[in-house]
């Protein structure tokens, strides 16, 4: 079984669409969850952290559900520059490294 | 706004040579790291390194592989004898605490075995 599992996407999605990104872990030691975007050939860059709570940040909501091991992420009134792969982090046992989703890739279109 | 600093940003190398890439992290920071992603696929964790030692490896990096910090600034991953696979793009990191909070990337060392 995959430790962080996402769907394969790519998602094609008109602008100003809202877009939602699904996740499962399978650790249920991980303690702290992620969401990052990665522009082609470029670094992750950190979109949001995700709490047990939930979380947003202008257009972006995130979620967790610990009992689910389940995450998600939510973009509203999608943008152009939206256009990136999503990929879904979680840390390990020890916290000492991030375990990474496969990512979903999302194509924003005029 | 403090960056991760990579160099060089693309190495090609024979098989079989031994390539040094290098990172100079945040100075504040405390924990560094290294992760790979081969082209296509998912980034991977190869070590993290506090206190000036290993923390924790993969089953990646095995005897081929070696970190060091030689003074205080640089942190430099060494591949002693590379192969073909292990073309990838490197990644450093560095954050003040664990538990993946306030991580920063550089923009990676794309590395070529020919």
């Known amino acids: 079984r995959k430790e962080v599992e996402q769907d394969p996407g790519p998602f094609n999605v008109p602008e100003g669409a809202t877009v939602a990104f699904n996740c499962t872990y399978s650790n249920s030691a991980s303690q702290s969850f992620f969401w990052y975007r990665q522009d082609c050939r470029k670094e992750p860059k950190l979109l949001m952290s995700v709490y047990s709570s939930g979380n947003e940040d202008g257009r972006f909501t995130a979620q967790l559900n610990r009992a689910s091991q389940y995450i998600s992420l939510l973009i509203r009134d999608s943008k152009l520059s939206d256009s990136a792969t999503y990929l879904c982090?979680?840390?390990?046992?020890?916290?000492?490294?991030?375990?990474w989703g496969a990512g979903t890739k999302l194509i924003i279109k005029p | 706004e403090p960056e991760v600093t990579q160099t060089p940003s693309h190495q090609v190398t024979q098989m079989g040579q031994e390539v040094i890439l290098r990172c100079v992290p945040i100075?504040?920071?405390?924990?560094f790291y290294w992760y790979r992603q081969i082209l296509g696929q998912k980034v991977e964790f190869l070590v993290s390194f506090y206190n000036n030692e290993i923390s924790e490896k993969s089953e990646i990096f095995d005897d081929q592989f070696s970190v060091e910090r030689p003074d205080g600034s640089n942190f430099t991953l060494k591949i002693r004898s590379t192969k073909l696979e292990d073309s990838a793009m490197y990644f450093c990191a560095s954050s003040e605490t664990r538990a993946g909070y306030g991580y920063t990337f550089g923009s990676g060392t794309r590395l070529t075995v020919v």
């Open positions: 982090v979680v840390t390990s046992d020890s916290n000492y490294q991030l375990i």
């Open positions: 100075s504040n920071h405390l924990y």
